[in-house]
């Protein structure tokens, strides 16, 4: 299918990674994952020859078609049907199954009505969600979705996650969205210092494994330095020695000779905190009978009321396009209610991050520029402090906005929220260009904010982590949901194949909230009583590992200085030892990787049985 073989690619002073042998198989499903800058986009541009390798090969089986989500934005057609039906295969006659394309665009959550419209009358979010629609219908046999989730609402993603595990053919998926792609791979490659590593199964298998190979070696490389310290310090001591030459001069070679480890250089990611200004009360803002249309005859928002409590936590979820983002411009005081009003308590102070308000930034600034326009007491250290957070450490806090990636400009804004005082975060779609892990930074820099939060969101693992309160747009509707995501899954969902079904027990009946509690809390204690002998295990295997390492540096040293004069008995049974201690480490490094596989399993197995339940 597709073979890559001995892959380098860099830029300038940036090795992004080495060495890369991997192949996508038949029906495989693949994940990749990696921190933002890393290498993911640049793999999939060398896999369709956008760009070239340093070194190495991608060698990919004759007739099999690469198709890939395109960012360019030209349409030949007058309406947007037509243009989808371009990309349609051609059967016998010259035919094309035309009903696949209206299929595909209805799940993408285009309407009828928008079939015939023209294309450039799309906005931008639009616009990619028809390239994708012409991606899918024309039935490549390897599919490049490179964060196919930011321009679809949650609807759409899950008429996506449907559609991707009923794919025939092969898939390489990269998402900043861990839940969606858990659901829809069956490998994960992984990209980390450099280095490329495919796993069957999910990314938390991978990141297990990840942490778990960079813990030994720490210990290791710690344990290292202790016994060079030691040999340096016996070295020092004796070496003027007469008596003790020979064993100082083993002791130097023994040093020569050894593999050094390397400690493992810190990994750039998002580390944040909101900056919190106390409130006293208990309301920050109420919403009066709020109504907003751009045009008379057609609101968006209608005599919707609801309080903002000083630790809400309110997302506002729905289709794209019915007013969401509105609602959030309306709270922020960028728009005008055309009836109604929203009021804020004296001491509200508000920090807005939206999607077009990296517009609002200086191309010719720079990016400490730019945090220092919004940060109180203008102090360099704080605002190259939040740079460093967002990313831009050291002089890379002095690049100008107008040479940044969208990407990049998005971490800048939300530097700028970071850095300005509030007690009210409003959140339009703040996961959108940040990776895996930024995304789960995110996410517990705003369980710790402790003040209220209004967000939009189109990732369903946020939703459920964070918000106890909801904003539906529901077709042309808006009211308020008391409750989490997963309340509202349960006793409304979105309508889609994949509405949850009330939890229930044993003999089929509903259960209460209370009774669910109960029955989570059970399954978790379950969890726990089984993975702590694992943890156990894990934690006394890598003990045993490091001692044995330890011992091996000992009895290599210790077998080079009596082999000094020939390899007596004594030689001979060290060797012997040496060896079944080495045996008995790569024992070791197995019974460890078992241990690990049976922790994910038990993690799995728990994981959908709390899925069960709701």
């Not at 198989?25 to 541009?45: D, W």
């Not at 959108?432 to 995110?442: G, I, R, T, V």
């Not at 540096?553 to 060797?575: F, Q, V, W």
Request: charged share 30%; hydrophobic share 35%; proline share 2%.
């Amino acid at each position: 299918m597709l073979q890559i073989t001995g892959l380098s690619k860099g830029y300038a002073d940036q090795k992004l990674f080495e060495d890369v042998n991997f192949s996508v198989n038949a029906g495989e499903r693949i994940g990749i994952v990696g921190r933002n800058g890393h290498g993911k986009s640049t793999l999939f541009r060398l896999i369709t020859g956008q760009e070239q390798p340093d070194e190495g090969t991608i060698l990919i089986s004759e007739h099999y078609k690469v198709g890939h989500l395109s960012q360019h934005l030209k349409f030949t057609s007058k309406n947007i049907l037509d243009e989808v039906a371009l990309a349609l295969p051609e059967l016998d006659g010259g035919w094309k199954e035309t009903y696949k394309a209206e299929a595909i665009l209805q799940g993408l959550g285009f309407s009828q009505e928008q079939f015939e419209l023209s294309p450039d009358k799309l906005s931008g979010g639009f616009q990619i969600r028809l390239n994708l629609a012409k991606l899918l219908v024309s039935e490549p046999h390897l599919l490049l979705l490179d964060e196919p989730t930011n321009y679809l609402d949650i609807l759409s993603m899950r008429w996506l996650v449907r559609f991707l595990n009923s794919w025939p053919h092969e898939l390489l998926l990269i998402t900043h969205d861990r839940g969606f792609m858990d659901s829809v791979t069956t490998h994960t490659v992984a990209i980390h210092r450099s280095q490329v590593r495919k796993v069957a199964g999910s990314t938390s298998k991978v990141y297990e494994q990840i942490e778990l190979e960079e813990e030994i070696h720490q210990k290791t490389y710690e344990n290292q330095q202790k016994e060079i310290e030691k040999t340096e310090k016996f070295i020092r001591r004796f070496r003027a020695k007469a008596t003790k030459a020979s064993a100082v001069q083993s002791r130097i070679k023994a040093l020569d000779r050894m593999d050094k480890l390397e400690s493992l250089d810190e990994v750039s990611t998002l580390d944040f905190e909101f900056n919190h200004v106390p409130f006293s009360g208990k309301i920050i803002a109420e919403v009066k009978d709020l109504s907003f249309g751009y045009k008379k005859d057609q609101l968006l928002v209608k005599d919707l009321s609801f309080t903002i409590h000083k630790d809400d936590r309110i997302a506002v979820i729905g289709k794209n396009g019915r007013g969401k983002t509105t609602l959030l411009n309306l709270l922020a005081g960028e728009l005008k209610p055309v009836a109604g009003e929203v009021s804020f308590s004296t001491n509200t102070e508000m920090s807005y991050f939206g999607q077009t308000n990296v517009d609002r930034l200086h191309k010719e600034s720079s990016i400490e520029d730019e945090i220092l326009s919004v940060q109180p007491e203008r102090n360099r250290t704080i605002a190259r402090s939040i740079c460093g957070a967002m990313m831009f450490t050291g002089d890379l806090a002095l690049k100008k906005i107008g040479v940044l990636s969208g990407g990049e400009k998005s971490r800048v804004l939300l530097g700028k929220v970071l850095v300005s005082p509030a007690n009210l975060l409003l959140l339009d779609e703040p996961t959108n260009h940040l990776d895996m892990y930024s995304h789960e930074a995110l996410i517990d820099a705003i369980d710790s904010f402790p003040g209220a939060l209004v967000t939009v969101t189109h990732s369903e693992e946020m939703l459920s982590r964070v918000a106890n309160r909801l904003v539906v747009f529901d077709d042309e509707k808006v009211f308020l949901f008391e409750g989490g995501y997963d309340d509202f899954l349960r006793k409304i969902g979105w309508g889609d194949d994949d509405s949850p079904t009330k939890s229930t027990n044993q003999s089929g009946s509903s259960l209460s909230k209370k009774e669910l509690r109960k029955l989570k809390a059970d399954i978790n204690k379950r969890k726990a009583d089984e993975i702590k002998p694992l943890e156990k295990q894990i934690k006394k295997t890598e003990e045993e590992i490091i001692d044995a390492e330890g011992r091996v540096e000992e009895m290599t040293a210790e077998l080079l200085e009596i082999t000094k004069n020939g390899y007596g008995e004594e030689a001979s049974k060290l060797s012997r030892t040496l060896q079944e201690t080495r045996s008995s480490i790569e024992e070791l490094y197995e019974n460890l990787e078992a241990l690990a596989e049976d922790r994910s399993k038990v993690e799995k197995k728990y994981e959908a049985e709390l899925a069960h339940v709701g």
